[in-house]
T-cell receptor, first 112, second 115 residues
Framework: SQQGEEDPQALSIQEGENATMNCSYKTSINNLQWYRQNSGRGLVHLILIRSNEREKHSGRLRVTLDTSKKSSSLLITASRAADTASYFC????????????FGAGTRLAVHP | DGGITQSPKYLFRKEGQNVTLSCEQNLNHDAMYWYRQDPGQGLRLIYYSQIVNDFQKGDIAEGYSVSREKKESFPLTVTSAQKNPTAFYLCATLDRSMSGANVLTFGAGSRLTVL
């Protein structure tokens, strides 16, 4: 079952612009995480936000969480060509027994 | 990719054959996972194991089997009963180092193509 749904499915921007991706989910969660995947590779963990947090920063990444709307957003500021990848949100449901459920991802293309 | 080795990276199989994908980790993590990824889609959970000699079915376990005889190893067998096995398979381990939150570390993946 897919818990998270990312929006948009694909995003194309120029270097230096900001990229915003959104994730919606359905059930109560312990935390929400964002992962990055370069083409043909495994996923890499980027950032985690807990259900009692509203915003978190890590370098050029900013994540927000709105538990009342069951949604999260990932903002990448001052994007670079190297940010080109797919980005996935993953949720750990409350009582989820160590299971993370992934969305379908947003494909980000950053053009030089 | 973070101490997780998946092999082979590419695998071709004829219809009706079973194949086994290897996943080995040196991270000393207890829990291990297998996900399947189809083109342009997210990850779907096949099987997971929280401890040696124990494993649970995920959302799409039909046509797959696993074993967990050693902490370091969690091989996945794709059987002939799996109707559409062509996909990218990802193995992951669970790290609870972030103050009790579950974070996954992934291998580089194995791409299986059925001819």
């Amino acid at each position: 079952s897919q818990q998270g749904e990312e929006d948009p499915q694909a995003l194309s921007i120029q270097e230096g612009e900001n990229a915003t991706m959104n994730c919606s989910y359905k059930t109560s969660i312990n935390n929400l995480q964002w992962y990055r995947q370069n083409s043909g590779r495994g996923l890499v963990h980027l950032i985690l936000i807990r259900s009692n947090e509203r915003e978190k920063h890590s370098g050029r990444l900013r994540v927000t969480l709105d538990t009342s709307k069951k949604s999260s957003s990932l903002l990448i500021t001052a994007s670079r060509a190297a940010d080109t990848a797919s980005y996935f949100c993953a949720t750990e449901s409350a009582g989820g027994y160590n299971k993370l459920i992934f969305g379908a991802g947003t494909r980000l293309a950053v053009h030089p | 990719d973070g101490g997780i080795t998946q092999s082979p990276k590419y695998l071709f199989r004829k219809e009706g054959q079973n194949v086994t994908l290897s996943c080995e980790q040196n991270l000393n993590h207890d829990a291990m996972y297998w996900y399947r990824q189809d083109p342009g889609q997210g990850l779907r959970l096949i099987y997971y194991s929280q401890i040696v000699n124990d494993f649970q079915k995920g959302d799409i376990a039909e046509g797959y089997s696993v074993s967990r005889e050693k902490k370091e190893s969690f091989p996945l067998t794709v059987t002939s009963a799996q109707k559409n096995p062509t996909a990218f398979y990802l193995c992951a381990t669970l790290d609870r180092s972030m103050s009790g939150a579950n974070v996954l570390t992934f291998g580089a993946g194995s791409r299986l193509t059925v001819l």
